[in-house]
């Protein structure tokens, strides 16, 4: 492997194809204008600084490989929803004749078949929202995340706090998989942002 090859290897170590990609063509301009510039190759190799920081500051800017799994998941997941919407309303309906059963003699199950219910049928309807805006992707968001909260708290309100590390338990996938969706959406532009991004 000859030492420009070692360096992008290292410098490119994690990030997805399509960034790897990127940063092969910017370094491998880079490298030949050094060359031009009449440097050695071993200078030219210098001039492009440590690989590794260069890893570090890459993967604060562009998607990493986990970063764009995610992000096809996500898009999968929403075209698949989108795709059997129709069937899925089922499910709050269900939930919400649980809410009207159950109201009258256990107040926190009905409230929490009704709250999931709202939230379901909210998502649901979602992604038919015209949603082309950040501001109003971090609307959508926003409410999700109250919903979602409310539904993983209400359940437990007589004891919260006995129950905190189940709420912790249930509630720490979903802060993951929300902090990849927001490290995603910083590095991308919200031109290009899919549908899946929005929620």
Not at 18 to 26: G, K, L, N
Not at 37 to 55: K, V, Y
Not at 122 to 134: D, E, G, I, K, V
């Amino acid at each position: 492997m000859n030492p420009l090859e070692s360096w992008l290897a290292t410098a490119t170590c994690k990030l997805s194809s399509a960034s790897a990609a990127r940063v092969r063509s910017e370094i491998a301009d880079h490298y030949q204008a050094s060359l031009d510039e009449g440097r050695s190759p071993a200078q030219a190799i210098d001039a492009l600084g440590d690989p590794l920081a260069a890893n570090r500051q890459y993967r604060k800017v562009l998607l990493t490989s986990a970063e764009a799994r995610v992000l096809n998941q996500a898009k999968w997941e929403a075209s698949a929803v989108c795709s059997r919407r129709a069937y899925l309303f089922i499910v709050p309906a269900i939930a919400l004749w649980g809410a009207v059963r159950f109201l009258p003699t256990d107040l926190y199950l009905g409230l929490a078949l009704l709250l999931a219910a709202l939230g379901i049928g909210f998502l649901l309807t979602a992604p038919s929202l015209p949603l082309f805006t950040p501001r109003r992707a971090r609307f959508v968001r926003a409410v999700r995340w109250c919903w979602l909260a409310a539904l993983v708290i209400l359940p437990m309100a007589p004891h919260v706090w006995q129950n905190s590390w189940l709420i912790f338990t249930c509630a720490w996938p979903i802060v993951w998989i929300e902090m990849r969706m927001h490290s995603i959406r910083r590095k991308l532009p919200a031109s290009q942002w899919p549908k899946a991004l929005m929620f």
